[in-house]
């Protein structure tokens, strides 16, 4: 199923700063970014819980907001891109 990550991490402290970098990186493992702050992610159920519970434990839910849409096993129609970055295939090979 295809997953939309996005999140907002309060960066006006170091902490916040490391947060930013450590939930970057966590989602860097599990999709492709397609904008600063917003991952696409091919996700299996236990995939999905175990990113998901990996974010929420980075997070200062205080200061930060993480956000999950589940677009399904159908998401090719839900999507539709404009401007210069240009689409790729979520199903594809990620290379490394």
């Known amino acids: 199923m295809l997953v939309l990550i996005t ?3 309060n960066t006006e ?3 916040g700063r490391r947060r930013l970098r450590q939930v970057a990186k ?3 493992n599990y999709g ?5 702050s917003v991952f696409e ?3 299996d159920a ?8 990996t974010l929420v434990k980075l997070i200062d839910p205080e200061k ?10 159908h998401y090719q129609s839900r999507i539709e891109h404009f ?3 240009p689409g790729y295939d979520a199903e594809g090979t990620l290379m490394v």
């Open 7 to 9: 999140y907002d991490v």
């Open 13 to 15: 402290t170091a902490a």
């Open 26 to 28: 966590q989602c860097v």
């Open 32 to 36: 492709q970014r397609v904008q600063c």
């Open 41 to 43: 992610c091919n996700l």
């Open 46 to 53: 236990a995939q999905y819980r175990k990113v998901q519970n």
């Open 64 to 73: 930060d907001s993480l956000r999950f849409y589940n677009l399904g096993d």
């Open 83 to 85: 401007g210069a970055k």
